[in-house]
Every structure is written in structure tokens, then in C-alpha cells.
């Protein structure tokens, strides 16, 4: 059996922050959070909009965007 929890709060905020950053977003605690909130705690689906955004904004590693509330919006 293998042991598997959600990640909350502060870890939950890291995840999406760091998943936006691989895509090429910087992405602020409180929206990171945000996102989480609105993803469920589903990774899958927190990456998918993230990338989504990332495309939007034409957001690469090598050409990295600030994402914000009112793209999100």
C-alpha cells in the first residue's frame, strides 16, 4: 500500500508555483494558492490550466511571464 495525500496550504501554493515555472510562469503565493483551490487539489488539472496560461501569455522557460490575477479572471 502506498500512502498519498493532497498536498495543502503551503505545499499545495509550492507545487503550482513551481509547475508554473517549468512552464515558464512566475506565479505569486496567493494566486499559486488560488489556483490550487480552484484545480481541487488535483495536480492534473492544476498543470493543465497552468499550461494553458503559459500558452496564453506565450510564457517559455526561456522567455519567462509573470502571470496575475486578472489573466486568471
Known sequence: ??????PEGRDAARTIVA????????????LAERIGDEA???QAIAASEIAKFALYL???P???KTLTSEVVD
Open 19 to 30: 509547475l508554473g515555472r517549468a512552464e515558464g510562469l512566475s506565479i505569486e503565493p496567493a
Open 58 to 60: 506565450d510564457a517559455s
Open 62 to 64: 526561456e522567455q519567462p
Open 40 to 42: 481541487g487539489g488535483n
Open 1 to 6: 500500500a502506498i500512502a498519498s495525500y493532497v
